[in-house]
């Protein structure tokens, strides 16, 4: 017997969505690993600047950043096999802890230093962390791309072998490495550029920092919400989610709080009594003290002048080197207008030439009425002349192109380390210095400290001589007083490190007889310098002299610490 056919209802079969084609992936892909790329390298540059600025010696801390941030994307790269099940919550998750470390580094950065006066195990410490995220992210990706189905039939033909390569061959997971490192690098450099170029100048290091962090988070939760949904479970997507709004909100509030957090910062550092606070587009320039006490004058966190004993510096730096002729004058920085001050003091001088790097501490030295008044008014006298140049550069133009030679050069730069002025220290630049002084001409070096940094104040004296001069070094007493900025402000509170009691100047002649240290007949009236306290002061020199110490050059700079 034959059975009836039986038809059934038909049922409802619920179709799985296609997969998604490779290649709609990897360009979103791409252009997120372009992003974060970009601000994991302002990270470093922002941890590098800043680092620079607080503690100073920026070969040093760039050293110290880089390395140990290689050495923890290695770390990464490690940990990151870990999440290679889990790679896309995985990738979220780093992706927000990096955006809530990187853009908030700076800012605890600055804290550390501004309430704890010290801030180089942070440094250290943001720069291990900030590598192992970033380490984490191509191996996470990379996992994500390579679980793609490459279009809907899953294979495609390779070009060099013709042959089908499949998702998971050597060659599809060679071209994915390829096209995620060649993204990686873009993005860096995208990042380098933006960094000094925009970030710095439109919105200064903090606000800048945090605004990347903020890019960074929304890049990387978008790109796994979106694209990478189907691998998060709901508990994981909640997850990546919370984190993310959690990290944007407390980058949002410290970016709302920001000028308050830096005005509180700014007390910390430099006290309650700050007069003035500006960012030139070189350095943070900042004057204190009261209505009626002399201003300090810091640079960069640094106090450059103490109102209360800076005719001790500049007398001693300006009136040995006027001994002589002195009709032409040159002053490499001195931008505060004091040495020009001590220079027009002298009714024979004719013209003043002040080469300064920076307009805005000429700006502030012209027009704030303590700063004024401290120089005398030096920058509206008609016998001063200011060029904003870089000293180097300049000179070596300036050889060539002016026949008029100075009888006097008077190098008034911070002390000589691995900084940026430190080619101002350097047997070039004093060969330069030669080429412009006039026969019977004299340069003045201030040289740092002589009794704390010795090895410093005698590789300068090596290095004058081995550019021709006759040197004779001298210093004189006085310090500056105990202030909150500065690199070792934490030795300093502790008492474990005292600040300097003298200030140590070199002056040289071209030849090989050294200049006589001595006052000039028409000198004026001086506070603090007396022709019977210059021999004092070439004997208290001479007395931690070093021998046998290297020049240092260009290409091999020897101020240390």
Known sequence: ?????????????????????????????????????????????????????????????????????????????????RLRCRAAVGFGLVEGALALIGGTSALVLYACFAWFGESRWVLVAFS????????????????????????????????????????????????????????????????????????????????????????NAVAGAALVLWLFRRDLTARGRALVVGVNLAVLGVLATATVLVDDFEEAARRAVYGERVRVAVHTDLQEVVVTGGPEDPPDLYLDGRLRVSGADEYRYHEALVHPAMNGPHARVLIVGG????????????????????????????????????????????????????????????????VDRVQERYDVVISDLPDPGITPSTKLYAQEFYGLAARALADRGRLVVHAGPVTDRPHTYWTADATLRAAGYATRPYSTEGGTPGFAAGPDRADRDSGTRHEPDDWGFLLAVRGARPPVLGLAADAPPLRSLAPRDLAAAAHRAERTRITGLPPSTLVHPRYGH
């Open 335 to 398: 931008g505060d207008g004091l040495a020009a001050r001590e220079v027009l003091r002298y009714p024979g001088v004719r013209t003043v030439t002040v080469v300064e790097l920076d307009p805005g501490v000429v700006r502030l030295a012209r027009t704030d009425p303590a700063l004024a008044a401290l120089n005398g008014q030096a920058f509206r006298d008609p016998r001063v002349r200011v060029v904003h140049a870089d000293a180097f550069h300049w000179l070596r133009g300036a």
């Open 1 to 81: 017997m034959i059975e009836p056919t039986v038809t059934l209802p038909p049922t409802r079969v619920r179709r799985r969505p296609p997969p998604r084609p490779r290649d709609t992936v990897r360009w979103p892909v791409l252009a997120v690993v372009f992003v974060c790329a970009a601000c994991g390298l302002v990270y470093e540059l922002e941890l590098v600047a800043l680092a620079s600025y607080l503690i100073g010696d920026s070969v040093t801390q760039a050293s110290v950043v880089l390395s140990v941030m290689v050495f923890a994307m290695g770390l990464g790269s490690l940990l990151a096999k």
């Open 128 to 215: 291990l962390a900030i590598g192992v995220l970033i380490g984490a992210e191509i191996p996470l990706l990379m996992s994500l791309i390579q679980r793609v189905p490459e279009r809907s039939v899953g294979t495609r033909r390779s070009p060099r072998t013709g042959r089908s390569a499949r998702p998971g061959d050597s060659e599809d997971a060679a071209g994915t490495v390829a096209d995620l490192f060649a993204a990686d690098y873009v993005g860096a450099l995208v990042g380098g550029l933006a960094f000094p170029f925009l970030l710095l100048p439109w919105l200064g290091q903090l606000t800048g920092a945090l605004v990347t962090g903020a890019v």
